[in-house]
């Protein structure tokens, strides 16, 4: 039994009716998700900037391993935290989650840190080529977290849009072929 030409186009059209809702309601998703992201909890009120007035010789990658040779930026462990300041609590500290961390370390618990900074599926983002070999510093994408009081509980790349990426990448006289950052 053939299919009439009648036949063929409103199969086509039921297909693209189909794909249209499709895109769409993906569409939205990744908006809702990626552009007006929900902030997250964090477990501990993380305060970056008591931290590094503390210690001047903190950096960005003393925390987040991996920002100059990896994809990714890695949350702190607790054994990070026991190393550079918390093996034992510090003398004078009043913070209100200086109990919360001790409990981490005396249970040896990794801390659960919610990320609050995503980009799309579709996009590969690596930041060994931002900041190794882009020499860009990480305030220019998250802001300057040396004056943060406060946990990180919404996304700061919310900026990083198609659009500021590849100006950046003019700016800076890298491509912006499709596939160099959409794998």
Partial sequence: MSISNRGKVAIALSVLVVLAGGAALAA??????????QPVTQPIDFNHKLHMDKNSDLTCETCHKGVADSRYASIPAVTTCVKLCHSEAPEGCTHPDEPKLREYVEKGERIPWNQANNQPGHVFFSHVAHVKWGNMDCKECHGDMRQSEKSVTM???HNLNMGTCMKCHEE????NDCLLCHQ
């Fill in 28 to 37: 939205v998703r990744i908006k809702s998700k990626y552009i007006d992201p």
């Fill in 155 to 157: 996304t700061q790349t």
């Fill in 172 to 175: 800076k006289g890298v491509s």
